[in-house]
């Protein structure tokens, strides 16, 4: 599993050298996470408590029509989840996205990549002596992957250089998270993004 995660992560860094666009996409996001299953919620998506969560990351595409794109993303996110951990993401996605003449695109997107969880409280172990001690606080390292699938705007649209506000519905799992009975944990995350591009001559 590890070796598959090193593969998808480093693709982005070994094909970067030669995309087809001359722009430079960058994207941001702020989100709120729950460890539920699709369709939980409000409206299938909405749900609370609000976990919060931000993600920055930037990409480059494969193959570009007028129409349609093919592209790579690399991201790198946090959350926090009160009372049951802090999360690090670094991942990447490959996607596929429709623009329509009116302005709006659909996307969607399939990731995998690395998670580094922290506890959000005090972690005992039992020790050799049949006593609980205090474990460390660092967390521990995770594997993760799932599906997104996104709806955004150009506002931007008179201008070569589009500005894009969106709404992503990400569905991803954990693992492992438990190994002893819960191996897997499902998550659902609904992001508010803004993607904005400039010119690679001005982004080395």
Known sequence: MRKLVFL?????????????DSLRPFYFSVFSNATLLP????A????TPVHPGFTFGTGFTYRQTKNNSLFQTVKL???YHRLAQHALQLYSEA???HQFNCGFSFRTLLGLGYLHSIPDMEVFELNSDGEYERAGRFG???GMGGLTIGLDYNINNKSS???RIGLDYQVWFQFPFVQEYVPVLP??????????????????
């Open 187 to 204: 998550n659902t995350a609904l992001h508010l993004s803004l993607t904005f591009s400039i010119p690679k001559s001005a982004s080395k």
């Open 161 to 163: 250089h589009p500005m």
């Open 44 to 47: 299938g998506i909405i749900n």
């Open 140 to 142: 521990r390292p995770q």
């Open 77 to 79: 996110g946090y959350f």
């Open 95 to 97: 996607g596929y996205e």
């Open 8 to 20: 998808f992560l480093t693709l982005p860094a070994l094909t970067m050298a030669s995309p087809v």
């Open 39 to 42: 369709g939980s919620g409000f």
